[in-house]
């Protein structure tokens, strides 16, 4: 297992609550994640996975409980908002590219308009970050030209042009086919390896097991069970651990 | 971004049209059954006897009346010795349609050509050899200069950006520039304007600033979380389309000066600029639902990789949202323009005298009796001639974005 360079708590979240109207999706969530450190969440489909992960960067608004993200606290100020979101780079289920807007400019945007980077910079940035995600050559294509696989790295390109200290990924392989998969799994893969804090929903169960330090198993908008792959795959706990096991592996 | 591609290019059109014809199932259709041959017989007969109408109509009409009253047909009774007022304007346009249909558009050679030969067969038999079939000249040749100047700085040296700057600050400029002209110094009141200059002058105001409007009107009804203003701009929307236009230009007429707060003698404008008001709301109303349709096609995601990379309301608005949500309505934009632009004729209702009326009025005169036909058919023309290059523009403009591709 990568040796961790600090136990920084970057993400602090407690006592989360979250309410699509009368129904509880996120039931007093606590979790703390240091810097540095892979986590990846388990649960079956509606146990409120996504829900907590979007919560971290406020797509969704908790009702109660605190969020830290690498101390900066979310309240009411928006500009603290801003700046979580800055910190906190995220990966869709079906790539949310801009359709309207070359692979580039795709990239280049957030640096420039954001952080206010020259053209020339953000554009350099961007041409870096689609080499690390291995598709310089389609910078100037729109995002419908490509495959699915390189949609989705494009969008991960996206995210880190921000230079994000945490990545959030939301089932980022499941709407493509099962050939484009590895290359995607791939580019992850590498950014656990350079050190990137990452929380990753997927059914992954190979790749999961191999990059996680730890994993959290969400069941009815609770985490029901958390430990590291070992302990999941060796000795787990729980009645519905096991079961959830049982029918994905 | 490839110049002039297009197909067969070296066949002249009948050449084209024959392969057309071999190629398709016309052949084989045209007269597969007895029924089909009789069809196709009734249609040809049709078909030439139209043509022959209308081509005995072009020779025999009684045309004098659309050359003598050319000059009321554009500009109606302003006077002479302001018109230099409009021409800057037109050239300006000219020029500035020029640099960017090299820039954007790439119409091909045959395109350019057959534009050059019907602007100087107009000036020619139309204008006649007058000053004004001059300053005519010269607006076509500014704007073939600006096409030139802008294909060759493309091709030939780096220099678009530099063009698409220029182009843009004028179509910014265009509207401006030409009240500025309209209004400064010792200028004639609006009372004098008239003609398809009237028509023109408020479909443009209508559109250049009801668009913007339309565009915080769709929001504001489209915000989630603030019903006040979702309230506000649902009512005013139903209200103005509520009623025909008709009824709200009467209003601007007869009751817009009751109301209108006194700021810069606003209630006492006159009726010109009253009716700009009012076509700039209607057209505002109608855009703002084009508009919304737009934006609520926009999925969700859009917005949440827009809020997940950091951007602010107005980033995302300006970025994402409006970009894809114009590009999408398009085509309905366009259409909405195009019934704007021909619902100004209305405005001889409440007598302002525009390009139908002084048809109207030109038929009406006793030298002229009889001639109704020629000059319904010849303003009928004129508004064809705008609302089809319109339409042309936008197919191009789609064609441009890769909208029916993508
Ligand atoms: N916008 C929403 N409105 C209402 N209910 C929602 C909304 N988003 C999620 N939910 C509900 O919250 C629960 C958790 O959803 P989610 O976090 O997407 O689950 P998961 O990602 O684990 O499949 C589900 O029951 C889902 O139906
Ligand atoms: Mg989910």
Redesign the pocket.
């Known amino acids: 297992m990568v040796e961790k360079s600090s136990d920084k708590i970057i993400i602090h979240a407690a006592n989360v609550d979250k309410w ?2 009368n ?1 509880q ?1 996120l039931k007093g969530v606590s979790a703390d994640i240091t810097e540095g450190e892979v986590v990846v969440v388990l ?1 079956p ?7 907590f992960i979007r919560c971290i960067n406020q797509l969704e608004e908790h009702e109660a409980g605190e969020i830290v993200v690498d101390g900066i606290e979310i309240n009411d100020d928006s500009r603290n908002l801003q700046k979580i979101r800055s910190e906190v780079g995220m990966v869709f289920q079906q790539f949310n590219l801009f359709p309207h807007l070359t692979v580039l400019d795709n990239v280049a945007l957030a640096p420039r308009k954001v952080k206010k980077m020259p053209k020339k910079d953000a554009e350099e940035l961007a041409m870096a970050g689609l080499t690390r995600v291995g598709i310089p050559e389609q910078a100037i294509k729109f995002p419908t030209q490509l495959s699915g696989g390189q949609q989705q790295r494009v969008a991960i390109a996206r995210a880190l042009a921000m230079q994000p200290k945490i990545m959030l990924f939301d089932e980022p392989t499941s709407a493509l086919d099962p050939e484009m998969i590895k290359e995607v799994l791939d580019v992850m893969r590498e950014l656990a390896e350079s050190g990137m804090t990452m929380i990753i ?1 997927t059914h992954e169960m190979g790749f999961a097991r191999e990059v996680a330090d730890r994993f959290l198993f ?1 069941a009815e908008g609770q985490i029901v069970e958390q430990g590291t792959p070992d302990h999941f795959f060796n000795n787990p706990q729980e009645d519905r651990t096991k079961l959830f096991l049982s029918q994905i592996l | 971004m490839s110049i002039d591609s297009q197909p067969n290019s070296n066949f002249s059109i009948l050449q084209r049209l024959v392969m057309a014809y071999e190629d398709s199932d016309a052949k084989s259709q045209l007269f597969k059954t007895k029924l089909h041959t009789a069809i196709t017989l009734v249609t040809l007969v049709i078909v030439v006897w139209a043509l022959f109408t209308i081509g005995q109509f072009m020779l025999n009409g009684e045309w004098q009346v659309i050359i003598d009253k050319r000059r009321a047909f554009m500009i109606g009774r302003y006077p002479e010795e302001h018109v230099w007022r409009i021409w800057p304007t037109v050239w300006m346009f000219a020029a500035v349609t020029g640099l960017s249909s090299a820039l954007w558009l790439r119409p091909g050679k045959r395109v350019l050509i057959s534009l050059l030969l019907a602007g100087s067969i107009i000036s020619y038999l139309f204008l006649e050899f007058d000053s004004n079939a001059l300053k005519f000249g010269f607006g076509l040749s500014i704007g073939l200069f600006g096409y030139a100047l802008a294909y060759f700085g493309d091709t030939k040296f780096k220099l678009t950006p530099v063009f698409a700057k220029i182009a843009i600050a004028g179509w910014i400029l265009l509207i401006p520039t030409m009240l500025v002209l309209l209004f400064i110094g010792d200028a004639p009141t609006t009372n004098y304007w008239g003609g398809l200059f009237v028509n023109v002058i408020l479909a443009a105001i209508a559109i250049v600033v009801g668009t913007p409007l339309a565009v915080v009107l769709a929001l504001g009804r489209t915000t989630q979380g603030y019903p006040a203003i979702q309230i506000l701009t649902t009512s005013f929307i139903e209200i103005v389309r509520g009623a025909p236009l008709i009824a709200w230009l009467f209003m601007g007429r007869f009751v817009l000066p009751f109301i209108l707060p006194s700021w810069f003698g606003l209630n006492e404008a006159d009726v010109i600029i009253r009716t700009m008001i009012i076509l700039i709301i209607f057209n505002a109303a109608y855009t703002a639902e084009v508009v919304r349709g737009g934006l609520q096609a926009i999925p969700k995601g859009q917005y949440e990789a827009a809020d997940s990379i950091g951007f602010t309301y107005f980033q995302t608005l300006r970025l994402i949202l409006l970009p894809q949500a114009l590009r999408a309505v398009l085509p309905s934009l366009i259409n909405q323009y195009i019934g704007l632009f021909k619902d100004t004729t209305l405005v001889y209702l409440i007598s302002v005298v525009d390009v139908l009326e002084v048809g109207r009025k030109a038929f009406n005169e006793l030298n002229y009796s009889g001639t109704a036909l020629e000059v319904l058919v010849f303003v009928g023309f004129l508004f064809w001639v705008v609302t089809w290059s319109m339409s042309n523009l936008s197919k191009k403009v789609e064609e441009n974005l890769g909208l029916g591709t993508r």
Do not use: Q
């Open positions: 699509f109207g129904f999706a649960g489909s509606g146990s409120g996975k996504s829900t929903v969400f």
